[in-house]
């Protein structure tokens, strides 16, 4: 797959919450795998960040899931972009994909937050994959866009309220739920390094075999 460097337009800024935004850019002939992911960062500026591509194969434009931190210089860059706007683009890059072979496999997609980001890619671009999503966030308020994924393959765990489906983290419901681990499944983890650590620990003495784990971490 050729990577490329890119000059990309911005189509549209879709904003979540008050931190949280899908940034919509042209596709300039960038073709990917789902859940591979761009390096991104405002025209003009040197500096970039990580972030895996939102959008579903398919689409002849790309998104990214952004979270603004005040620390962050290329988030806060990023949040001050505008339709018409430039972006610079490069990649895509990574090897947190699913194999053609196993598609036809049962799947569990773990996001924390903003981690949710290549599943949304996942399940646009290939609907027929047979899928449970655990998406860990601290408030309701931070479903990004829910709506897109299947209602009865969605558990939303919220850690600071009970708006969810079950209150606590994704971690907790793994050992709330453990008759629920399937080892024959596939599990993909996508978020903070301290949750994927303690899942990997709770799947794996589920029986859940290393080769059936795969991680993306963020943070």
């Known amino acids: 797959m050729i990577r490329a460097t890119v ?8 904003q979540l919450t008050d931190s949280t935004f899908v940034l919509r850019f042209e596709r300039q002939g960038i073709d990917f795998e789902p859940g591979q992911y761009l390096s991104v960062g405002a025209g003009g500026d040197i500096h970039m960040r990580e972030y895996s591509i939102y959008s579903a194969q398919d689409r002849d434009f790309l998104e990214i899931l ?3 931190v005040p620390e962050g210089h ?10 018409g706007d430039t972006l610079t683009v490069e990649g895509p890059f990574g090897f947190f994909t699913i194999d053609e072979g196993w598609r036809e496999h049962r799947h569990v ?5 903003t981690g949710i980001s290549p599943f949304h890619c996942f399940v646009g671009s290939c609907p027929e994959l047979d899928y449970t999503l655990l998406h860990g966030i601290r408030h309701g308020a931070e479903r990004y866009e829910h709506d ?9 765990c919220t850690s600071r309220d009970g708006s969810g489906d079950y209150r606590g983290r994704v971690t907790d419901w793994f050992r709330d739920h453990r008759d629920r681990i399937d080892p024959a499944a596939r599990y993909y983890l996508c978020g903070n390094c301290d949750m994927i650590y ?3 620990d709770i799947l794996q003495d589920a029986d859940v075999p290393h080769n059936q784990l795969f991680a993306e971490v963020y943070f």
Do not use: H
Request: with cysteine; proline share 3%; net charge positive.
């Open 74 to 83: 290329v988030t806060r860059r990023l949040a001050e972009c505008r339709p």
């Open 109 to 113: 997609f773990v996001g924390t937050g």
């Open 66 to 68: 952004v979270k603004a």
């Open 198 to 200: 303690e899942a990997f």
């Open 148 to 156: 897109a994924y299947d209602r009865d393959r969605l558990v939303t």
């Open 7 to 14: 000059t990309c337009t911005i189509d549209d800024l879709r």
